[in-house]
């Protein structure tokens, strides 16, 4: 099995708004657009395959709802919270939203091949 096998997952599990996992990758369906970032949130290492797209095409990560631009990877939105607290932490945030943008996610393109979509490159 190649590496590019291994980057895929059935079309059917990544309806619109979906994120699912593709090996290193988190996967989005941004109502019809494929794109895959690296997995890992900037904040606290959550998993971005377990997040969602917002309604403004946004990655949103499960823990503390920072919102990642699918396109250039960037933070867009600090994290609501740290650790266990789910709750405005406002020189926190500026802090993990520079990183953020300093080191953005690693975005990749997914497309669709027969039943499946795959992370290109």
């Given at each position: 099995m190649t590496s590019r096998e291994q980057h895929r997952i059935p079309a059917?599990?990544?309806?619109?708004?979906?994120?699912?996992?593709?090996?290193?990758?988190?996967?989005?369906?941004?109502?019809g657009d494929l794109v895959a970032t690296s997995r890992r949130c900037?904040?606290?290492?959550a998993d971005l395959s377990e997040g969602t797209v917002d309604a403004?095409?946004?990655?949103?990560?499960?823990?503390?709802q920072a919102r990642y631009d699918l396109d250039s990877g960037a933070m867009v939105e600090g994290p609501r919270g740290f650790l266990g607290w789910?709750?405005?932490?406002p020189g926190y945030t500026g802090l993990i939203r520079l990183l953020g943008k300093v080191l953005p996610l690693?975005?990749?393109?997914?497309?669709?091949?027969?039943?499946?979509?795959?992370?290109?490159?």
């Open positions: 059917a599990d990544l309806p619109p708004g979906a994120v699912r996992r593709a090996g290193p990758w988190a996967v989005a369906n941004r109502d900037r904040h606290q290492l403004d095409g946004c990655l949103v990560c499960p823990w503390h789910h709750g405005p932490t690693r975005v990749r393109r997914a497309v669709r091949r027969g039943d499946d979509v795959v992370v290109e490159g």
